[in-house]
């Protein structure tokens, strides 16, 4: 799991491979590692990712209602086919903030910021 | 040493990655592997090489084992757990009747001293090359599969979910009766049947814990490494019947739980019901396959898959 935080403003979080338990508890930990006061935006890079299993939905759902809570955005880009597949069964596309690029994430947060 | 490039079946040079606390010694190897046509990465240290495993497909892990940290032996385990059937040469500047037995206890494919001799590095890349043409003669006999049958009874304690999943869909590529996208969303369907039938089944864990911030992950994590451990839960058993034909697959995972009750699922699709974190892995695994049913009890779940390709 490889983070960054960008100019103290939000951080940028990229999953490896599917996200399974592990990658599931990695996530968890690298995002809740990021919410500190002041930084409560995470963007989640998804373009690397194949496949989620019900673990990595839940941790999705788990992140998002914090972060809501703390009047941040949880912003998901880069999903391919499959995973957004599973995001419209699941009803998800209706809860979690799903943009294409990281530009459009970007683009997402300053509009809702200004 | 090899002159021509040695290929996999999918055309692609073995990858080989190469940990050493010392940026000397891994280039030293890096650059004689890659004049014999190989693929490297490298990795200062074991935490760094579990990093690039999780992320890259690799042939053989050749490690030296002394480094601060993790070291070569504590990485070969962290492997095996994690990766039953990746190999991994160690290499040691001290050699000792010790270091050698524990390195092929814990299931290195060999053991060589510094300095290096790189005849005895391609001699295990031999090794490893038979292995990969083993597989691949397989994998192309699967092709023709016409039935197979096949049935586990599996210790909790020696089951490694994921690659367990893709042991028994990989048939399925073989085959074709679905396609490479497919083909993931059975495995993951199948991972998410094994993880209920250990964690759920029969070790009995409460994986709405998992889900209720870090302490409740801890705690989780701490109860499942315990009964992992406890001979009165490890010992139980997963048992895997598969039964695979030209048109179609079934599964039946049985764990010796006390079984769930599968008629009290809630459509996860429900409104009041999507904010929830829990209760998606039955929904999903039956988004995959055409017909999933449960037993009386609720500890085994029968699973059939059609082809999907015509």
Known sequence: MNTNMIENSHAVVKIAGNLDGQKSDELMIAVEKQIIPGNVDVLVDFENVDYISSMGIGTLISLYRDIKEKNGYLILYGIRDAVKDIFDRTHLNKRLIICDTEKDALDYLRNKHN | ?310
């Open chain 2, 1 to 310: 040493m090899p002159s021509a490039l040695h290929t996999t079946k999918h055309s692609v040079p073995l990858h080989f990655l190469v940990v050493d606390d010392n940026p000397t010694i891994t280039h030293l190897i890096e650059l004689q592997l890659c004049k014999a046509g190989y693929c490297c990465t490298t990795a200062a240290n074991g935490k760094e090489a579990l990093l690039q495993i999780g992320r890259n497909v690799f042939d053989l892990v050749i490690s030296d084992i002394s480094m601060p940290g993790m070291n070569g032996l504590e990485l070969l385990k962290a492997i095996k757990l994690k990766k039953p059937l990746l190999p991994v040469l160690i290499i040691t500047g001290h050699a000792t009747i010790e270091n050698a037995v524990e390195a092929l206890r814990l299931g290195a494919i060999n053991f060589i001293t510094k300095p290096i001799r790189f005849d005895k590095v391609f001699e295990t890349i031999n090794k490893v090359l038979d292995l990969n043409k083993r597989k691949n003669a397989l994998y192309t006999a699967g092709k023709y599969l016409i039935q197979e049958a096949r049935h586990f009874a599996i210790p909790t304690g020696e089951l490694y979910v994921s690659d367990l999943a893709t042991y028994l869909t990989d048939p399925l590529d073989q085959i074709a009766l679905v396609d490479t996208a497919c083909l993931k969303s059975v495995t993951m369907a199948i991972y998410e049947t094994l993880i209920n039938a250990v964690e759920h089944g029969n070790l009995e864990l409460d994986s709405t814990l998992k889900l209720s911030g870090r302490g409740g992950m801890a705690s989780f994590t701490g109860m499942k490494e315990k009964r992992l451990h406890d001979p009165a839960f490890a010992s139980r058993k997963v048992t895997i019947q598969s039964f695979i034909t030209a048109n179609m697959a079934q599964f039946t995972i049985t764990d010796e739980g006390s079984g769930f009750d599968y008629a009290a699922l809630v459509n996860p699709t429900t409104e009041g019901f999507i904010d929830k974190p829990h209760g998606r892995g039955i929904f999903l695994i039956r988004q995959i396959f055409d017909e999933v049913k449960f037993n009386d009890s609720g500890n085994s779940i029968s699973l059939v898959l059609h082809k999907k390709i015509s």
